[in-house]
């Protein structure tokens, strides 16, 4: 593979550390298992892996982590 290829050009959620509390719901409930906790808290380390379904977003008790993003599909 690539080592060049560290990063992704689609939209990816946004974890803002200074409200996450580590609860570690992102983790546990993300259907991908996209997210992982780190010591510093959750980081996305699987981007291939996700599929913006917002899960996260959704649960997220503290409203760290955000898919700001609205994905829409259009038929051609
Ligand atoms: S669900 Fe929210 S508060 Fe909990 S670990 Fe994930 S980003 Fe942090
Ligand atoms: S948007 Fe969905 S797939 Fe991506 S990290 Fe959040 S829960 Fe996982």
Same mark, same amino acid.
């Given at each position: 593979m690539?080592?060049?290829?560290? *990063?992704?050009?689609w =939209?990816?959620?946004e @974890?803002n550390l200074?409200?996450?509390?580590k609860c570690?719901?992102c983790v %546990?409930?993300c259907? *991908?298992?996209a997210?992982e906790?780190?010591?510093?808290?959750?980081? @996305?380390?699987?981007? %291939?892996d996700c599929?913006y $379904?917002? *899960? $996260?977003d =959704?649960f $997220?008790?503290?409203?760290? @982590?955000t $898919?700001?993003?609205e @994905?829409v599909w259009? %038929?051609?």
């Open positions: 690539d080592s060049e290829a560290l *990063t992704v050009d =939209a990816l959620p @974890i200074a409200l996450c509390d570690g719901a %546990e409930l259907p *991908t298992g997210v906790m780190t010591p510093a808290g959750p980081v @996305i380390a699987r981007p %291939e599929t $379904c917002a *899960t $996260c =959704a $997220c008790p503290q409203g760290a @982590i $898919c700001s993003y @994905i259009e %038929e051609v």
